[in-house]
């Protein structure tokens, strides 16, 4: 189950692309994995292993896992590169898959090439109600600094992360085969020569989310996707819209009416760490939508 790898360039990022099972491309439709925010396409790897005999394709976004590139001012980048893969590799009739940061990152893809589409599956993708967004003078800019920023970043080895973090939240509820892969492709040796480092620095991460509130468009973007979308959503927040932790759906809940063809799947018992706690749940939830049956 080894991916083949490969580069494609996309404004001035090198960015790393996996493929599985190009044997089987041609014969069904694509399908293209897009990751949260601090995570990489690895972190796939047991979602892929259930997905049969199919054509493959996870990116690592820019400045994540092997991929290179500065922060974006702006989260329609995102969906940028993810253009830049499907035209470099041209891919059509794509099932866009998107996780967390992902999924808005792969509404933007298909709102800029939707002929590649066939449909889209977002797992609580992080497109927030409406009045979430700041006008574009705001900066889209959160106040203050995110508490990611502050991540320990070095260890002693993939080994020594892996059991640091198995036994804390939220990492304690994931699948041990997928912290395994976070782990061991999250890192790099560090220049010293000594130990491992995050490939996504915690300072990118941080920047990353603090330039969340910029892209009110996605709203307009995803009223323009003309697919199928399933959106998926895991436990509701409180009702005063706060996020107590990483644990909770930031999707706004009207999302999939957003859609002109979307449909909403709540799960109220799983967290916005579904694919990395259930792979088998989420490779299910990809295929029957892609059946054709994925609503209710």
């Not at 920023?149 to 304690?172: L, N």
Request: hydrophobic share 40%.
């Amino acid at each position: 189950m080894e991916p083949s790898e490969r580069l494609v360039a996309s404004d001035g990022a090198q960015l790393a692309v996996y493929e599985w099972g190009t044997a089987a491309r041609g014969r069904s439709a694509p399908i293209l994995l897009a990751h949260a925010t601090g995570f990489h396409a690895r972190c796939w790897d047991q979602v892929v292993a259930r997905l049969g005999d199919r054509h493959v394709v996870a990116v690592d976004q820019r400045g994540h896992g092997r991929s290179g590139g500065t922060p974006p001012v702006h989260w329609g980048q995102f969906g940028a590169d993810l253009t830049a893969v499907l035209r470099a590799l041209d891919l059509r009739d794509v099932v866009g898959v998107g996780h967390s940061m992902g999924g808005h990152a792969m509404v933007e893809a298909a709102a800029l090439d939707p002929a590649r589409f066939r449909r889209l599956v977002l797992i609580d993708p992080v497109v927030v109600r409406p009045d979430f967004y700041q006008p574009p003078e705001g900066g889209g800019r959160m106040p203050g600094e995110h508490p990611t920023a502050k991540r320990r970043s070095r260890f002693a080895s993939a080994d020594e992360m892996f059991a640091r973090f198995a036994e804390r939240p939220p990492f304690d509820t994931w699948d041990r085969r997928v912290l395994r892969d976070y782990c061991l492709h999250g890192t790099r040796p560090d220049a010293s020569g000594d130990g491992v480092v995050l490939a996504c620095r915690p300072e990118y991460e941080a920047e990353v989310y603090m330039t969340s509130r910029g892209n009110g468009g996605i709203i307009d973007r995803a009223r323009a996707v003309d697919v199928p979308v399933l959106v998926v959503r895991a436990m509701e927040a409180p009702a005063d819209g706060t996020l107590p932790d990483f644990r909770y759906s930031p999707t706004w809940p009207g999302l999939a009416g957003a859609f002109r063809r979307g449909s909403d799947r709540h799960l109220p018992d799983r967290t916005h760490f579904l694919p990395m706690e259930d792979p088998a749940l989420a490779a299910r939830l990809i295929l029957e939508a892609d059946a054709g049956h994925g609503a209710g």
